[in-house]
């Protein structure tokens, strides 16, 4: 089955204390990307990647760090995450214009 | 980035009754997209329309396509209460490497009431 997967699902953390939240796909899209929602303001794009080793900034990518070293998984890392980072975040990958969602990840940070 | 906005902000309906949302975007437009997603949970694809399309219909959905107005419209028919959902539009290039960016509006919050 075609799918995105995001682990944490849920996660409540304190400031400053590093964390990771993982994104694999198993359908060998090149592209992936990232997404916070809140609400009154959508989803918004935080990084994206066109392939292994190619990434790049969406439109509010401070804060966030990624990595790309293998097809199939697009990290998300927040090295000092901050209260304002508390949100609803979505891993998603792109082939031939129809993107395909994770679950979702739902973040406190207190 | 590739834009979609989302008008209204929020529709509520009888079940039965007719929904349309629309979308308007500001770049120059290849395909358009309609997701789905109910409430806390990820988005789901419904419909693409290419640019060389004007209408395009799947299920009790029709999609149009207003290129030279830069608008898209989403018309749900017959509504149902499982049709209660955030809709999002959303353009993107036509194959290659050359996503970039993209850009989701806030959507359209319809709620369909039983």
């Known amino acids: 089955e075609a799918q995105v997967t995001q682990n944490p699902r849920y996660l409540i953390t304190v400031t400053g204390k590093k964390l990771t939240v993982t994104c694999s796909q198993n359908m060998n899209h090149e592209y992936m990307s990232w997404y916070r929602q809140d609400p009154g303001l959508g989803l918004r794009q935080i990084y994206y990647?066109?392939?292994?080793?190619?990434?790049d900034k969406g439109d509010v990518p401070e804060g966030y760090k990624v990595s790309r070293k293998e097809k199939r998984n697009f990290p998300l890392i927040l090295e000092s995450p901050s209260p304002n980072q508390t949100s609803l975040y979505f891993c998603?990958?792109?082939?031939?214009?129809?993107?395909?969602f994770g679950p979702g990840t739902r973040l406190t940070v207190l | 980035s590739q834009q979609g906005e989302e008008d209204p902000q929020a529709l509520s309906i009888q079940e039965g009754e007719n929904a349309t949302m629309n979308c308007s975007y500001k770049?120059?437009?290849?395909?358009l997209q309609w997701y789905r997603q109910n409430s806390g949970r990820g988005l789901v694809h419904l419909i693409l329309i290419r640019s060389n399309e004007r209408e395009k219909h799947s299920g009790r959905l029709r999609v149009t396509l207003d290129t030279s107005k830069k608008s898209s419209s989403l018309l749900i028919t017959a509504s149902r209460a499982a049709d209660t959902a955030s809709y999002f539009c959303v353009n993107t290039d036509a194959g290659g490497t050359s996503y970039g960016k993209l850009t989701f509006g806030q959507g359209t919050i319809l709620t369909v009431h039983p």
């Open positions: 990647s066109m392939n292994v080793e190619v990434t």
């Open positions: 998603a990958t792109l082939n031939y214009n129809e993107q395909f």
């Open positions: 770049t120059s437009i290849n395909n």
